[in-house]
T-cell receptor, first 112, second 110 residues
Framework: KQEVTQIPAALSVPEGENLVLNCSFT??????LQWFRQDPGKGLTSLLL?????REQTSGRLNASLDKSSGRSTLYIAASQPGDSATYLC???????????FGIGTKLQVIP | NAGVTQTPKFRILKIGQSMTLQCTQD?????MYWYRQDPGMGLKLIYY???????DKGEVPNGYNVSRSTTEDFPLRLELAAPSQTSVYFC?????????FGEGSRLTVL
């Protein structure tokens, strides 16, 4: 059974700092991995989708990497801003549209 | 495109009452899902559908029912509400493996 861990559970950084969020998983047989952002009381907003055959994806200040051999994905946020404050979740699709396992998330606070 | 739309956003139910959470999407996605999110836990799949007329159970289906009469709509029915169903419910659709979520429906059962 796929297990997904996100450490740390919470992170506080000063504005402008570059930061890395981690997502670890136990089964490397994945179809894709998706990073989401969730603001308080809101839904999940898709940030980046990495297919199993890819190593990384970039969108603006965000870069997500995938290393299946080590069971790890990272989300790199460059030049963090207060508006980046949110909870970031990773989700692994292990094949089959119903086989998605979510992490609990990392709550990020960017201090002005 | 509105994406995935859920109603209501908030609802309080008494134990034993029933209700339906509505979900509609305008992206013509075949795959749709209902998840629940509880504090300190990852999202859990309740039911999913691979197209109109086809639904199947997810990880935590007990106490819920769904139907899928059209591509756009995927309502979730709660029968005989229990306090354990207090949660935030998310509807989602997917295309080529990418998930798209609604804003959520916060349900409290007292």
């Amino acid at each position: 059974k796929q297990e997904v861990t996100q450490i740390p559970a919470a992170l506080s950084v000063p504005e402008g700092e570059n930061l890395v969020l981690n997502c670890s998983f136990t089964d490397s047989a994945i179809y894709n991995l998706q990073w989401f952002r969730q603001d308080p009381g809101k839904g999940l907003t898709s940030l980046l989708l990495i297919q199993s055959s890819q190593r990384e994806q970039t969108s603006g200040r965000l870069n997500a990497s995938l290393d299946k051999s080590s069971g790890r994905s990272t989300l790199y946020i460059a030049a963090s801003q207060p508006g980046d404050s949110a909870t970031y979740l990773c989700a692994l699709n292990s094949g089959g549209y119903q086989k998605v396992t979510f992490g609990i998330g990392t709550k990020l606070q960017v201090i002005p | 495109n509105a994406g995935v739309t859920q109603t209501p956003k908030f609802r309080i139910l008494k134990i034993g009452q029933s209700m339906t959470l509505q979900c509609t999407q305008d992206m013509n996605h075949n795959y749709m899902y209902w998840y629940r999110q509880d504090p300190g836990m990852g999202l859990k799949l309740i039911y999913y559908s691979v197209g109109a007329g086809i639904t199947d159970k997810g990880e935590v289906p007990n106490g819920y029912n769904v139907s899928r009469s059209t591509t756009e709509d995927f309502p979730l029915r709660l029968e005989l509400a229990a306090p354990s169903q207090t949660s935030v419910y998310f509807c989602a659709s997917s295309y080529k493996g990418e998930l798209f979520f609604g804003e959520g429906s916060r349900l409290t059962v007292l």
